[in-house]
């Protein structure tokens, strides 16, 4: 099993930026798609972006214009760059990624709070 480590979470003001990174213990080209959702207490895990085959990107309608996502087959990693932050992008961020055959794999979140 494929585990994924997460960083970059923290706590940061209205308007400044943060970069969440995800570090995977296998090649990212293993995956068909990696990326980042969120979750809210008491409410279910929602998109923020993912990226498939390495180029084709989904970012939630919400974010767009707001985050870059990457993945660097070097590192094994997929990166957020989240800017202009607002109190609502407030939750934990956790990072997936789907094999090509269909598994779905998670980290254990990071935490991200945005204070006005």
């Known amino acids: 099993q494929v585990h994924l480590v997460e960083s970059g979470g923290g706590s940061v003001q209205t308007g400044e930026s943060l970069r969440l990174s995800c570090v995977a213990s296998?090649?990212?080209?293993?995956?068909?798609?990696m990326g980042w959702y969120r979750q809210g207490p008491g409410k279910q895990r929602e998109l923020v972006a993912t990226?498939?085959?390495?180029?084709?990107?989904n970012i939630a309608d919400s974010e767009k214009g707001r985050l870059t996502i990457s993945t660097d087959s070097a590192k094994n990693t997929v990166d957020l760059q989240m800017n202009s932050l607002k109190p609502e992008d407030t939750d934990v961020y956790y990072c997936?990624?789907?094999?090509?055959?269909?598994?779905?794999?998670w980290g254990q979140g990071s935490r991200v709070t945005v204070s006005s």
């Open positions: 997936t990624a789907t094999r090509w055959f269909g598994s779905v794999n």
């Open positions: 990226l498939t085959s390495g180029c084709i990107a």
């Open positions: 296998e090649s990212v080209t293993t995956f068909r798609s």
